[in-house]
Structure formats: C-alpha cells, structure tokens
C-alpha cells in the first residue's frame, strides 16, 4: 500500500514517512530538480528495492542526498578544498558532486564503483525529510526507469503507486531538471550531466571546468553509467525543431493529421500550430525547464502519436540542461537541420 502525504506548512506530517525511511521503506519526495525515489543510503535491501520499483538496471549508480554537512563522514571518504568550495557556493542546491566514497556506503548504491555523488537538495520539504530520518539518503527520479522525469507529485503517483510505502506531495519541482552532475575525483572537474547549476557558474567557482567527451560525441562511452540509457522518453515519436522553421512544421503537422495521426507541439515562441494539442511551455529557458517533464507526460496523457518540441532560442545557463534532455528525449530526431553546431558549444 503506497500512502500519499501532503505537505504545506507544517512539516510534522513528515514523522512517519521519516521513521519508515530510516528504518528500511521506500519513500519518494520533492527536490527543487525533480521528484526522487528514497531509501538510506546506508542499508543495502532497502537501496535494492529501488532498483526494483523503478526498473532501473543495476549498472546505474544512485546519488545520496544529505541535510547537513555533518552527514558527509558517512557518504565520502574525505572532502578536497575544492569540493569544499563547491559545498559553500551551491549548497544546498541543484549540484552533485562525485567524490571517493566512504566504507559505509554499499557498493549497491554506487553500482560496483569506488565513487560516490553527493548532493544538499534545497527543497525544504527533502531537507526536512532527511534531517528527520537522520540517515543519508540514496535516491534517483522517482519515474519508471527510461519515462520522463517526475516534476508533480502526480506524476510519481502514476508511476510508483502499489511499488513505494510513501508519496510525499510538496507541490511542483522549481528547476524541473535533474542537478549538475560533476565529477571532482579527476585532474580537471568534468560535467557528467548538464543540470540545475551550470558550467559558467561552476568556473567562476573552481576556474577550469570542462564536459565529459561523450556528452558531444555520441561515439565516446559516457562516465556517467546513467547517460547511455534511454530516457526521459515519451510515448509517441517526438522530434525537435528550431522555431524559425515554423512553416516546415505546419507540412509535418499536415501530413501526420492527413495519416489519421494525432499531433502536438511543445512551444516556447509566438508561432501559431494547426495540432491536435499545442502546450505552452514558457518564453524563458527556464520556464521549458520547469514545464518539459510535465508537457511530455501530458502528451502522453492526451494520446498524441507525433510530437513536435521547438528548441529553446538562449544560450547558457540551464540551456545545455534543457537541450541534454530534449535530445535524450527525442533519441536525437531533429527535423530540418542538424543540430551539431548548437551540440559543440554545449
Ligand atoms: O536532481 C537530481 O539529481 C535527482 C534528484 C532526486 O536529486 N536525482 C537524479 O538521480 O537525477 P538519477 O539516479 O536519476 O541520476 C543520477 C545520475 C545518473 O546519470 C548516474 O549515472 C550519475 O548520476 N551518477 C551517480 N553516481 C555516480 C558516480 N559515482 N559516478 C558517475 N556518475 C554517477
Ligand atoms: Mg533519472
């Protein structure tokens, strides 16, 4: 039986979700990113029930979230200077940092590697939630493995209820993309995952920063277990479009309607669509950000066979974010151009 919890001011109703966290359940829980799917850290049946109610592959390691630097003794074996910086410019927030790992996490929750991320979310609600369990907690998405992400506490209800003990409901997820992933166990820290705290901000922190290859180059094996998967994938078929080839898309749309397919559009520019379902997601790369899972499984939700996403028009920032997951969404089907000049300045 999954119970849902929601959450608004008073942050006691989170007591029994707590003590069945620290005590070996399931409990899944709002970030600032995404919703996660949480069980300590530090206890190897309840990590393996994750990857049981998602359906994730063993290979794919789990990040452990902390309220508290206190917490880090348990998760990291030690905390180099710059990794310290890090802590101090983005905790708690959308950063995860990839460090030695200390004994006492399983290698269940690393997936076999001596490494181990890290990260402080700053939604209150998880803050309050770890603290109150008191162990660290091991949590990816709280999405069926290879679905989008869950940025609504209707989506986890979609996907997890009857393969989790709780949902806690604290309302949407601000960023709606996962954290940065960034892995400071090498000579230069490198971006695994583009995500919530981007590489400019990172430099200006640490100086030198630089992508994983395989982030650009689909021929090098990624170092992140995770990006090699297929995800964040839609039902339907979807493609990306600049919005400047507008009239382009009104011919797909046309010969999709025409094969009795029902269409949509995710738009982030003024052009008008002849679609089955058109949903907005905002003029900002940030406001795509936050609305893209949720656009995506409400396509799902609607039955749209054919999809079309206009590409976000700005630059840095969360964009890199923004574009990883449209092209992971997509499988990289693009239509009109090719988008490798926009992929190498990732
Ligand atoms: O925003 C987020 O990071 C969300 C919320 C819940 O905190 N969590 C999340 O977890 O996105 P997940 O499991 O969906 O993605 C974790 C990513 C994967 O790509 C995984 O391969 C990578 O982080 N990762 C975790 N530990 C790693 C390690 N030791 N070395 C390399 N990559 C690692
Ligand atoms: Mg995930």
Redesign the pocket.
């Known amino acids: 039986m999954t119970k849902v919890i929601q959450v608004e001011r008073d942050l006691s109703v989170l007591d029994e979700a707590a003590k069945c966290l620290a005590g070996g359940g399931l409990v899944a829980f709002p970030?600032?990113?995404?919703?996660?799917?949480?069980a300590s850290a530090l206890n190897e049946a309840a990590v393996a029930g994750i990857f049981v109610a998602k359906g994730?592959p063993q290979d794919?390691?789990?990040?452990v979230?902390i309220s508290d630097k206190k917490m880090l003794d348990q998760v990291v074996s030690s905390v180099p200077p710059a990794a310290e910086k890090l802590m101090d410019a983005f905790w708690p927030g959308?950063l995860?940092i990839?460090l030695e790992?200390s004994e006492n996490i399983p290698i269940s929750v690393?997936?076999g590697?001596q490494?181990?991320?890290v990260?402080m979310?700053s939604h209150p609600v998880?803050l309050a939630l770890i603290e109150k369990s008191g162990v660290p907690v091991a949590?990816?998405?709280?999405?069926l493995s290879g679905c989008p992400?869950t940025t609504r506490a209707s989506h986890v209800i979609h996907d997890l209820t009857g393969r989790v003990d709780y949902i806690v409901d604290g309302g949407a997820c601000s960023?709606g993309?996962?954290?940065?992933?960034l892995?400071m166990t090498g000579e230069v820290p490198q971006i695994?995952?583009p995500?919530?705290v981007s590489l400019e901000e990172l430099q200006a922190v640490l100086g030198e920063v630089t992508y994983e290859p395989a982030l650009k180059d689909s021929r090098e094996v990624?170092?992140?277990?995770?990006?090699k998967y297929r995800h964040y994938a839609p039902k339907g078929e979807l493609y990306l479009v600049e919005p400047r080839y507008a009239e382009s898309l009104a011919e797909k749309l046309a010969f999709f309607s025409g094969q009795g397919k029902k269409t949509g559009v995710l738009r982030c520019s003024d052009n008008q669509y002849e679609a089955d379902f058109v949903i907005d997601c905002g003029k900002t790369a940030e406001a795509y950000a936050s609305a893209l899972f949720d656009a995506l499984r409400s396509m799902d939700d609607l039955g749209a066979e054919v999809m079309f996403a206009e590409l976000p028009q700005d630059e840095g920032g969360i964009v890199p974010a923004l574009m990883n997951r449209m092209l992971k969404a997509s499988g990289g089907q693009v239509l009109e151009e090719n988008l490798t000049t926009r992929i190498e300045r990732l």
């Open positions: 970030t600032e990113t995404v919703y996660g799917l949480g994730r794919n390691p789990l990040i979230h959308p995860t990839i790992k690393t997936a590697l490494t181990v991320g990260r979310p998880a949590a990816p998405s709280a999405n992400s960023v993309l996962e954290s940065t992933v892995d695994l995952r995500g919530g990624p170092k992140s277990p995770g990006m």
